[in-house]
């Protein structure tokens, strides 16, 4: 019998492979190793292919799709409801060729390897970032055991490496400056390398138009707008801006029941990385909304009303559906007309 459709659970080295033909019945429940994928599959008929959208499944996806197979991606908490008991890679596949089939379940887009290679440039520099902060604490805390304090600030930390680089053996201990001196190359290492980083993003900007129109956006800068434009490669992919923002995780968690609206606070799914930006976006909108309050009359009416951050996350919710707008029907963004009271 042809086999129909494939529930394929990936992992590093051992896969596990539920296939079933057109009547449903199962044909082929086994065990491969990474090796024996490609050459699997090569022996098929083309066929639907079920996998979870974990790692390495935007890699393996791409390899099937070239061998004529249709292969679609799901997210791992809507195939969870499939798997009957018992959690182990047999009813894992089997869980994942259920659900790949069902007409409302919701498909993850497929990434090109060079879509994954701009969105690994934001996070290895979101990784270095993060260490550079480490690194930052780490000098001031052991200086600050000396007694040496700085403001805070790149003019903080810049007197605090004058310090390490000279030689003051009154001031500190020889073991303290020979650990310090250690951290303030590190430091100094990492933010070459963020500088670097930031180059290619800043030139990949350069080449995208979608990317230049997003920037249009208050709030969206190079990081944000290259960001968008290498997470949404098909913005109609979503039916609305709200879409957009739901996906995002912006968007308040519903728990209502009995015809009664519930709502609490931001869902948080979606995209952790994007969010965490159009959020850091708008906290620098409301900055220049509190020195500049005529400009931004609507904005100062609703600090008035709700706290900061709460506002942050309704603008960052308004920012993603305009760059949804902009991606989906083109042009760029207008600021509204101030309306003279």
């Known amino acids: 019998m042809q086999i129909t459709t494939i529930g394929l659970d990936i992992a590093k080295n051992v896969f596990q492979v539920h296939g079933i033909d057109a009547a449903e019945k199962v044909i082929v429940r086994k065990q491969l190793r990474r090796g024996q994928i490609i ?24 390899e099937l799709t070239k061998l004529g197979h249709e292969v679609r991606l799901m997210p791992a908490k809507d195939v969870k409801a499939y798997v009957k008991r018992n959690k182990n890679d047999a009813a894992d596949a089997e869980a994942i060729c259920e659900a790949v089939r069902r007409p409302t379940m919701r498909f993850v887009r497929i990434k090109s ?127 609305s801006g709200r879409d957009f923002a739901a996906w995002i995780g912006i968007v308040p968690r519903q728990d209502s029941t009995g015809g009664k609206q519930k709502l609490g606070p931001i869902s948080k799914q979606g995209d952790q990385y994007l969010r965490r930006i159009l959020i850091v976006g708008a906290h620098s909108v409301l900055r220049r909304a509190r020195q500049q309050p005529e400009k931004y009359p609507s904005l100062t009416q609703l600090l008035a009303r709700r706290p900061f951050k709460v506002v942050a996350v309704a603008l960052a919710n308004k920012m993603a559906r305009i760059a949804w707008a902009l991606l989906a029907r083109g042009g760029t963004y207008r600021a509204p007309q101030l309306v003279a009271v």
């Open 113 to 239: 390897a060079e879509q994954q290679g701009q969105l690994m440039l934001h996070r290895a520099r979101d990784l270095l970032m993060r260490q550079r902060t480490q690194l930052i604490n780490a000098l001031r805390a052991h200086l600050a055991e000396f007694g040496v304090t700085a403001a805070q600030g790149r003019e903080g930390i810049k007197e605090l490496l004058a310090i390490v680089a000279q030689d003051e053996s009154s001031r500190l201990p020889i073991d303290a400056h020979a650990s310090l001196t250690v951290l303030a190359a590190q430091l100094q290492a990492v933010q070459t390398m963020i500088g670097s980083i930031e180059k290619r993003i800043v030139a990949q900007h350069r080449s995208n138009e979608a990317s230049k129109r997003l920037e249009t956006i208050p709030g969206i800068g190079v990081v944000g707008a290259t960001t968008i434009t290498a997470v949404v490669t098909d913005p109609k992919a979503f039916r």
């Open 39 to 62: 050459a699997f599959f090569e022996a098929l008929a083309p066929c639907l292919v079920g996998m979870e959208a974990c790692a390495t499944s935007h890699h393996w996806a791409r």
